[in-house]
């Protein structure tokens, strides 16, 4: 949906990200004017995602306290004896203990590397290696978006976002690898490596040192904050309203999340709250731009706020045909929404005890005596009108 209604006429400029998957060739980049496709290192990458495992939603709501508590074990022992264990063996577990998609296997995983070279030949990309990005190599991507893009400095990322950095290194996957690793790991990441140039110097560290830090400390440090997060995101109350916003401190986190990783539903609630002046200062500017930025994600009651919006000209001009759009494209995404269950209606109690009907033999003794009477009332009649 973001890909298809980013061809609209917008508001605003649309910085948009995609994760590269294997359906990542069905989304229309073509409604982008730039594309930068950000290349990383195979090997750093697997480190990357393997402590990053536990700092995910699943990892954090579906599968509770003991498999993390497993998985920071094993890479303590790694830590403590780099050589005790390789790290092919310790991914495949992370990914057993952590990973949702039970079906997970090294062919899958391999796909997005393909669709990363598919995207590379297909269309014309400013190709930013992430090693360029950690190293604040970044003249020519500022040139190339017309933007100043600030170098990377860790000790200034916000709290609420620090989980996503660990390092900010590269070249850390020496330390972990052994030598069977790089036996497995080597043909199978050669055509990626070969097209994105990166060097094909396969050589583990001599003396591995993998930092308490930014291994296992990081998992521990870091998982508090992300289990606050989604404690706090997902029991969000359907009842919400603007009047329950009461200090600015309220507000000012509604925003962080919008701005964090939750664009749709505070998004929404943050928009609200400038269009009421409600804690905050009105701004019914920026409010359109953050109901749009949730509608295009395809949050329902953003579309909802964005066709009001329109129809009414708060924070935008008035437009009915982008009121109506908008107002289709609500109907259509709930549309496609599944049915929801039928309630379980509980069975009606039991019947009392039938009263067995009468036999054929009763019945047939009832009908004559029925007849009987009628035909006796019918002489008694008779008599009483024959002429004297």
Known sequence: MLIRLA???????????TMINKNAMDIGFEAFNRHILISRDPRDTLVSQLLYLPLQPWGIRGLGKENVDEFVRVIQEKELDPHSRSFQDLFELGMKWLERDQEWTWSNYLERFDVARELRERYDVFRLKYEDFADNNLAALSSYVGLEIEPVVPDRIEEHNGH??????????????????????????????????????????????IPTETASGYVLGRRALVEEKMATRFSAKPDWSPESVETVEEADEI????????????????????????????????????????????????????????RDGIGTERDEANAERWAAEARKLRASWPAPAEAEVP????????????TLTAKVTTLLRRAKRGAARRMRTARRTEPS
Do not use: C
């Open 255 to 310: 925003r962080r999340r919008a701005e964090d990783n939750d664009t749709a539903l505070s998004g929404v609630r943050y928009a609200r709250l400038l269009i009421e002046g409600r804690v905050v200062p009105a701004d019914p500017g920026a409010a359109f731009q953050y109901a749009y930025k949730a509608a295009l994600i395809g949050h329902a009651p953003a579309m909802d706020l964005v066709e009001e919006l329109y």
């Open 347 to 358: 069975a009606p109690p039991s019947p009392p005890e039938p009263v067995a009907p009468p």
């Open 7 to 17: 061809s609209y006429d917008l508001p605003f400029s649309l910085l948009a990200k």
């Open 164 to 209: 996503v950095v660990r390092s900010a290194t590269h070249g850390d996957w020496r330390n972990w690898f052994t030598p069977t690793d790089v036996d497995f790991f080597r043909p199978m990441f050669k055509a990626y490596m070969d097209a994105f140039d990166y060097d094909d110097d396969w050589t583990p560290a001599d003396e591995p040192v």
